[in-house]
Every structure is written in C-alpha cells, then in structure tokens.
C-alpha cells in the first residue's frame, strides 16, 4: 500500500516509537518490558469510506500503537483481519472508495 511506504508514514512511526520509548505498548501495559516491533493501527484505515478518512485513519498517531511481533499477531487474531471474509470486505471497501475517486466524490 502506498500510504505506508511514504513521509508521512514513516513520521508517525516515529512519533509513535518515540511515544512508547521502543517498548510493546500492550507489554508495558501488562507490566513486562519487551521491544516493541511493529506499528499497529487500531482502527484499521483500510476500513475508511473515504480516502480522507483513510489518511486520517493512516497517519494520526494516536490510531496507532507500537507492538511486539506476539502483540501484534495477537491483535490481528483478535481482530480476525485475516480472514477471507474480511480480506473480502476490505477489497469491497477499496473498490467503492476507487469508484468513488474515479465520480470525483473521494473528498
């Protein structure tokens, strides 16, 4: 995906690392200290209706967590984002968000 591969991105991991003093958000949390490894959106921008809401989603630090490499699959499992069904929904929602650029209506 584009969004994070670009400035802006790698701007609010920074933020985002920074934040959390390059510990796991959810160990601190739990009183372990653990490295933390990747981010982690905790509303899922692809998600988003609309390309502004997308970004907003993306880039706003604070939808945005540092997690250890368990934490983080733990989140995705609870969020069961990688089902068919969701993987199914999201490209249905990336599709309608295309249709929606292509009218002019994305904004």
Known sequence: MRMLNDKRW???KRIVWTRAGGL????K?????????????IIPFESAKTQEEMERLCYDP????LL?????????VELK????????????QAFERWK???KGDDR
């Open 10 to 12: 790698r701007e609010t």
């Open 24 to 27: 796991c958000e959810w160990c």
């Open 29 to 41: 949390r739990d009183g372990y200290i653990r490295a933390g490894i990747d981010c982690h959106h």
């Open 62 to 65: 604070n939808n945005v967590v």
């Open 68 to 76: 250890c490499i368990p934490c983080h699959t733990k989140a995705h």
């Open 81 to 92: 984002s990688k089902t068919k069904a969701k993987v199914k929904e999201r490209r249905a």
């Open 100 to 102: 929606a650029h292509m």
